[in-house]
């Protein structure tokens, strides 16, 4: 989608009569439906008659073309100017130019492309103008068939021409020269040089012709990318499918060649290997030329199975391919050929960090492709405002014309393979009536949060064993990277939750932090100790929760306090379910074992006899 496209003569004509920005507004309405603020208006007004000036005074041919916030395909994200034509050899040119009204920038000592700026009412952290600019032409490089074809080459560049660098500038550190080298940087006093950036690559005009390529072109990855993707998937042997999962993942590959809409959930509990599959269908289907994502509303699978792929590719690359499930809210319909959606027990309605965006995330998702695979177990629901089930799935999918096909996944892999040892949990926390089996698994009741994190820490062999905890204690923003302040305190012990900006906990050696559902859903490790808060208790033979004990800090509980006040048992009805959802997923995070600590003696007493009454022993 594309708000302006013309020559450079009409666009020329368009600035300097004062009618690029009514242009601009009408067709933001007519094609994206919303509107235009004020700052929105004063950027294009600032930036365009700058470009414009520049363009003049670069001469190139006045049938070059002209495009102005060009929406990149499977994203909401826009291109702010480009530039199209040939260069001297009459081979196909597109220059991307990412634009900026900053004046200022600060230094972001712990953070590979991000730097600070003021953004709106305050500082933010934003990616290095550059990288942006580099992620866009990247995202072309990788999906426009036309570009891949027909030997387009593309070029990006930031411009800041209202910004004054000096030597010691933020944006131009040691760490983003080789970025800055590919993408360069245009500032203020570097006029002369974008004008020569933009002469040395356009001679000769195209008449609109090589956007129209582009824009009619269709989506699907490159063959380097889906040779580098299938690569890096056999060199990871925890991605391997086994027993079951190669049954599932055969029978859906199976109905995904059928020339039909179609909605595919996959149900299973811990372990099963819901991820696994998603991992290998992602992998499948890019080598296939297939246009698909992996999705999760939580951050950590995205970011840890990302990092596992990384190699050869590029970040970019791998970022493209790993997306929030709030990315969908404005995607074209059935642009997708696949999208593999994981933990689907987490999806809500609205998206956005203020729930603004957006009708029904599984609405969008299903809109967006030709067929959706989600992979739900919906004891694992651990937010208020989870929505993702089997019946909401079933009842969008008819909604939208795509036919349902279930399948159920089993076996399970994590937990020493033990069955029972998932019975027990549920039995223990009430999700099931009763349990008459043996655990065959290693797990113990700890008598200290001292005692807990020793026996983890000597665990920790293959930098693969982690403490982690129920979200009962704030999070302290101002100290997010300070691992000698303790958020978690309890009696003279402490520890601090994981590090905000310096690591990701799951790959990280984040052995001396903890971590909460938020950090570990969707994901395992060798050996778990579990830290269980005051949430849940134990009273009168049986084990309660209380979401007041609860931290305020925690986005799973927001809104329960307005639902207490107007039912306090649905609120409670409620929160139960979320706190004991949240509990088995943490006590179901071990491969190998699961050491606990109850801060209630009476829950910590409990446990350990229930353990050994259960517990398979040699005798």
Not at 1 to 18: A, K, P
Not at 345 to 355: D, I, P, V
Not at 361 to 375: L, M, T
């Amino acid at each position: 989608m594309i708000l302006y496209s013309s020559n450079i003569t009409n666009f020329i004509d368009d600035v300097y009569n004062n009618k690029i920005i009514q242009i601009l507004e009408n067709s933001k309405k007519n094609e994206l439906y919303k509107g235009t603020t004020n700052s929105e208006k004063l950027s294009w007004q600032n930036s365009l008659k700058y470009m414009a000036d520049i363009v003049i005074k670069s001469n190139i041919p006045k049938d070059c073309s002209v495009v102005l916030e060009y929406n990149l395909p499977m994203t909401s994200s826009r291109i702010d100017f480009m530039l199209l034509g040939y260069d001297s050899n009459h081979t196909k040119r597109v220059l991307i130019f990412e634009l900026k009204q900053w004046s200022k920038a600060n230094r972001i000592n712990d953070s590979e492309m991000l730097i600070e700026t003021f953004v709106g009412n305050g500082l933010k952290k934003v990616v290095h103008p550059s990288y942006q600019a580099w992620s866009y032409m990247t995202l072309l490089d990788d999906f426009n068939k036309c570009i891949q074809e027909n030997g387009i080459i593309l070029d990006a560049c930031s411009v800041l021409h209202n910004y004054i660098t000096d030597k010691n500038d933020p944006l131009l550190d040691d760490k983003f020269s080789d970025l800055i080298n590919t993408v360069p940087l245009f500032t203020k006093n570097d006029e002369n040089k974008l004008i020569t950036f933009i002469k040395e690559r356009i001679y000769y005009g195209d008449n609109q012709a090589i956007i129209y390529e582009i824009d009619n072109s269709q989506l699907m990855p490159s063959k380097s990318l889906q040779n580098n993707v299938d690569k890096l998937l056999k060199g990871n042997k925890e991605f391997k499918l086994i027993d079951n999962q190669m049954i599932i993942y055969d029978q859906i590959l199976s109905t995904i060649k059928k020339e039909q809409k179609y909605v595919i959930v996959v149900e299973g509990g811990p372990g099963t290997g819901k991820s696994v599959i998603a991992i290998n269908l992602l992998a499948n289907l890019t080598k296939q030329g297939r246009l698909c994502q992996y999705v999760s509303r939580n951050t950590a699978p995205r970011v840890i199975y990302s990092a596992k792929l990384k190699g050869t590719l590029n970040k970019t690359s791998i970022d493209n391919l790993f997306k929030t499930s709030g990315a969908y809210t404005e995607i074209e319909k059935d642009i997708f050929d696949v999208l593999i959606v994981d933990e689907a027990h987490s999806l809500t309605e609205k998206s956005g960090l203020f729930n603004n965006y957006g009708v029904n995330q599984i609405k969008e998702i299903i809109n967006s492709s030709n067929c959706s695979i989600f992979f739900i177990d919906e004891n694992q629901k651990v937010h208020l405002n989870d929505i993702g089930s089997k019946k909401e799935i079933k009842k969008w999918a008819s909604d939208l014309g795509a036919n349902v096909i279930e399948f159920y996944l089993e076996s399970q892999f994590r937990c020493s393979g033990s069955d029972n040892y998932l019975k027990f949990i549920d039995y223990l926390l009430g999700l099931n009536d009763n349990y008459n089996g043996k655990i065959n698994y290693d797990i113990n009741i700890c008598e200290s949060p001292h005692e807990l994190e020793k026996i983890i820490k000597n665990k920790n062999i293959n930098s693969n064993s982690r403490i982690i905890a129920g979200y009962c204690w704030n999070w302290d923003k101002k100290e997010i990277d300070n691992t000698n302040y303790h958020d978690i305190k309890i009696d003279d012990y402490g520890i601090s939750w994981n590090l905000g900006s310096k690591q990701t906990f799951a790959i990280d050696n984040s052995i001396n932090e903890a971590g909460c559902v938020h950090s570990v859903q969707g994901l395992e490790f060798d050996y778990v100790g579990v830290i269980i808060g005051k949430d849940l208790y134990y009273e009168d033979g049986k084990i309660r929760t209380n979401f007041q004990n609860h931290a305020s800090s925690d986005p799973s509980f927001k809104g329960i306090k307005k639902i207490y006040k107007e039912d306090k048992e649905r609120a409670n009805q409620i929160s139960d379910v979320i706190i004991k959802n949240t509990y088995r997923v943490l006590l179901t995070r071990g491969i190998k074992g699961c050491y606990v600590y109850c801060v209630d003696p009476s829950l910590n007493q409990y446990l350990k006899e229930q353990i050994r009454l259960y517990k398979k022993t040699n005798n």
